[in-house]
């Protein structure tokens, strides 16, 4: 029996890097879900601009901040967009790994993400907008790390992760002039 209102709760993003604009939002999942699945995209990809980081990175920064309370997972992109091929995929992906689909996915973004989940499986799927509160981007963030600019990043990340920032930061600089991507 769920002690919250939803057992399982979803969200799907790059996280590259991330920042407090994507832990106001997890930190909403683990409020009201039992269990809080965390679906890294594209995470084949790192070495570019604009996924500078590995999905190892990405997934340690995470667990850094959240520990068990959340659960990471690799999502490849698959080249199809933000579509209900793609929502299709991320159901399968969510079923695989915990064996339902979701009661609820959490969303930052204005457009639906519920949208992606046309099959009659997805339909059952409520959706949780979460307004941006904190005006950042990872974009930003890596704009940061180019930069060197430590103190503007520290204002937008949580201090159990302030020991990485030269780590990350060399991963941006290295990756900064590759647009070599796959990812959409």
């Not at 009201?32 to 890294?40: P, S």
């Not at 996924?51 to 068990?68: A, C, S, V």
């Not at 698959?78 to 969303?107: A, Q």
């Amino acid at each position: 029996m769920s002690s919250k209102a939803y057992e399982l709760g979803i969200m799907v993003g790059r996280f590259q890097t991330l920042h407090t604009g994507h832990q106001y939002m997890i930190d909403k999942a683990v409020e009201i879900c039992d269990t809080v699945g965390i679906f890294i995209g594209s995470s084949q990809e790192s070495g570019t601009e604009k996924n500078p980081f590995t999905y190892e990175t990405r997934r340690d920064l995470l667990k850094d901040i959240y520990g068990d309370r959340i659960c990471v997972n690799p999502l490849p992109d698959i080249g199809v967009g933000n579509n209900s091929l793609w929502g299709d995929y991320v159901l399968k992906n969510i079923v695989d790994r915990f064996g339902r689909t979701p009661d609820l996915i959490v969303s930052g973004k204005e457009s639906r993400r519920t949208g992606w989940f046309e099959s009659e499986d997805g339909l059952c799927v409520s959706e949780l907008y979460v307004p941006k509160t904190i005006e950042i981007s990872a974009t930003q963030m890596r704009e940061f790390f180019i930069n060197n600019d430590y103190e503007s990043w520290k204002k937008y990340t949580d201090s159990r992760i302030w020991d990485r920032y030269e780590t990350l930061r060399q991963a941006v600089l290295l990756s900064q002039n590759n647009r070599d991507t796959a990812s959409i």
